[in-house]
T-cell receptor, first 111, second 113 residues
């Protein structure tokens, strides 16, 4: 399977701490995207990083991509209770004409 | 407001019944998608369409059908052949290609009576 796998499956932290979640994949990619899903809602796009990029920032979000290790990480700094959600990585493998979503990391930020 | 709307929010299906989930977008996007999400799982692609009057099967198309008669609309029918339809269904769109940023609707939860 080309599916990305997030790690950990669940993460619980205190407000103000940083949260790091990881995504690994098996075959080469054109780009990798991170999405957020609040419980019972649709997904919201957070950031897209292309295979020739190593790091991208957006507000409190920092995404890194290591194509040699076939992995990406999403760092949320100074977390807030409102960051509580599931976070998914989605990979574009080029040969498959679709994004492939992982099973997600459930992040809980405790106030 | 621009965006994607899905209706209904909840849908109940009786055994042997076909049901249709609505998805409309006013973003002027060419590509639209249907995903299925089971509890604690990621998204699996059912069907996608990159242009009006054309659509392609995704990974789990069996028991589902779609149409794309208008750019703005991409309804999904869950047929009686889908034996395990209980899930959360998400519609999405993107400007053109299947690999770019996708914009999601709020979802429809389908339950079987």
């Amino acid at each position: 399977s080309q599916q990305g796998e997030e790690d950990p499956q669940a993460l619980s932290i205190q407000e103000g701490e940083n949260a790091t979640m990881n995504c690994s994949y098996k075959t080469s990619i054109n780009n990798l995207q991170w999405y957020r899903q609040n419980s019972g809602r649709g997904l919201v796009h957070l950031i897209l990083i292309r295979s020739n990029e190593r790091e991208k920032h957006s507000g409190r979000l920092r995404v890194t991509l290591d194509t040699s290790k076939k992995s990406s990480s999403l760092l949320i700094t100074a977390s807030r209770a409102a960051d509580t959600a599931s976070y998914f990585c989605a990979t574009d493998h080029g040969s498959a004409r679709q994004l492939t979503f992982g099973s997600g990391t459930q992040l809980t930020v405790l106030p | 407001d621009g965006g994607i709307t899905q209706s209904p929010k909840y849908l109940f299906r009786k055994e042997g019944q076909n049901v249709t989930l609505s998805c409309e977008q006013n973003l002027n996007h060419d590509a639209m998608y249907w995903y299925r999400q089971d509890p604690g799982q990621g998204l699996r692609l059912i069907y996608y369409s990159q242009i009006v009057n054309d659509f392609q099967k995704g990974d789990i198309a069996e028991g589902y059908s779609v149409s794309r008669e208008k750019k703005e609309s991409f309804p999904l029918t869950v047929t009686s052949a889908q034996k395990n339809p209980t899930a959360f269904y998400l519609c999405a769109s993107s400007i053109f290609g299947t690999r770019e940023t996708q914009y999601f609707g709020p979802g429809t939860r389908l339950l079987v009576l």
